[in-house]
Every structure is written in C-alpha cells, then in structure tokens.
Nanobody, 118 residues
Framework: VQLQASGGGLVQAGDSLRLSCAASGRSLGTYVMAWFRQAPGKERETVVSVRWSGGNTWLADSVKGRFTVSRDIRKNMLYLQMNTLQPEDTAVYYC????????????WGQGTEVTVSS
C-alpha cells in the first residue's frame, strides 16, 4: 500500500480544511487507517483512526466536535475534514495505515503541513 496526503495549507483560526489521502497498491479491506500529526517540539499525536471496512472510528479528545473522517471506498480515498481550526492544530499531518492484526502503523504517506494563524 502507498499513501499520498494532500490538502494542507495556511489558514486563519476558525477556518476549515480538508485533507485527502490517496491509497494505492492493494485493497484496503482489512486495514486500519489513521491521521497522525506532529507539531514542532511536541510528541506525535493520533488524531483519528478508522477501520477501512467501516465502524470503530476513534477521535482524539482535542479534535472531537471539530474534525470528522470519511472515506470513499470506490476511489480509495481517506479524508479528514477539519473545522474551526485553532493555532494548536498547527502540525504536519500524516496519513498512515496498518493491517488490522499489526501493532504499529507500518505504511506512511508523506506529511502535509497545516498552519493555523491566530
């Protein structure tokens, strides 16, 4: 599986962005997908995870009520809709994946940078 993330940019507080992750290489049927983010000087944070087959969506408390994840199975696309962005959301966002039986996310896309100005 290969992942390619896009959609980052510079926005103002309160704005919205949608990140996209294009997956290729094989069927994602049994995979778990996630968005990580890492801000300068901070630990990596898991923002959201979701089973590609559906269900079991998990969202970090810091983004609940603002971020939603969706997928287009036909297009093999994963999306992260980010609303009411805050400066603390500034980070590099990574689309990642793992087989459902794996402990760690072993497939990483390149990051896409999100900068939220106050």
């Amino acid at each position: 599986v290969q992942l390619q993330a896009s959609g980052g940019g510079l926005v103002q507080a309160g704005d919205s962005l949608r990140l996209s992750c294009a997956a290729s290489g094989r069927s994602l049927g049994t995979y778990v997908m996630a968005w990580f983010r890492q801000a300068p000087g901070k630990e990596r944070e898991t923002v959201v995870s979701v089973r590609w087959s559906g269900g079991n969506t998990w969202l970090a408390d810091s983004v609940k009520g603002r971020f939603t994840v969706s997928r287009d199975i036909r297009k093999n696309m994963l999306y992260l809709q980010m609303n009411t962005l805050q400066p603390e959301d500034t980070a590099v966002y990574y689309c990642v994946a793992k087989a459902h039986y794996a402990n760690d996310y072993h497939v990483w896309g390149q990051g896409t940078e999100v900068t939220v100005s106050s």
